[in-house]
C-alpha cells in the first residue's frame, strides 16, 4: 500500500504527465516543451510546432516544422545541458512572450563550462493551438562569440570600450 502511495506522489508531482500538448495552455506548451525536448525527444517539434511555421533568432530564419527539427537536432548534437528558466509570461490572445534565462554545456564553448545568456521568446500559436510563428530575442555576442578564443576577447574589448563611464 505505502509503495502505491509513493508512485502515486510521484507521479502526481509531474502536472503534464500523461498529458498530450494538446491539453495544455500556451503557456503550459512553451514551458512544457522547452523543459522537456532532448536530442531523444524531437517528436516533441511536431508536437509543439505547425508545419509552417516561421522561425527566427539572431543565427538565421527558418520555414517548416521540419528544418525546425533539424536545427534543433544539429544543436543539440553537442550539448550536455541546456536549462531554460522561464522568469515571466506575458500572454495577449494567440501570443506569449516567455522571458528566460538559458543554461548551456557543451564542450564546444567555454571550456566545457556553464553559459548563461539571457533572452525572451515571442510566440504565436494558430487555432489549432500548433506554433505558427516563433521568434528568438538574444544578445549572440554572450551566446557564442565571447566563448571563442580570440574572437571572444575582441568582442569583449569592443563591449568594454562602449560601455558609459
Do not use: C
Not at 74 to 86: A, D, G, P, R, S
Amino acid at each position: 500500500m505505502i509503495k502505491y502511495i509513493i508512485l502515486l506522489i510521484i507521479f502526481s508531482s509531474f502536472s503534464t504527465w500523461g498529458q498530450s500538448m494538446k491539453e495544455l495552455n500556451h503557456k503550459e506548451k512553451v514551458s512544457y516543451f522547452f523543459e522537456n525536448l532532448t536530442k531523444d525527444k524531437m517528436h516533441l517539434v511536431d508536437e509543439f510546432y505547425h508545419a509552417d511555421v516561421d522561425f527566427i533568432d539572431p543565427v538565421g530564419q527558418l520555414k517548416g516544422a521540419q528544418k525546425m527539427k533539424k536545427y534543433y537536432e544539429q544543436m543539440y548534437v553537442n550539448v550536455k545541458t541546456i536549462k531554460f528558466e522561464f522568469s515571466q509570461f506575458i500572454e495577449s490572445s494567440d501570443t506569449i512572450v516567455g522571458i528566460w534565462k538559458m543554461t548551456l554545456v557543451t564542450d564546444k564553448l567555454n571550456s566545457g563550462e556553464p553559459i548563461v545568456v539571457d533572452g525572451n521568446s515571442v510566440i504565436r500559436f494558430d487555432s489549432s493551438g500548433k506554433a505558427i510563428y516563433h521568434r528568438d530575442y538574444f544578445d549572440m555576442g554572450a551566446f557564442i562569440y565571447e566563448h571563442i578564443p580570440m574572437v571572444g576577447f575582441v568582442v569583449k574589448k569592443i563591449r568594454n570600450r562602449m560601455k558609459a563611464e
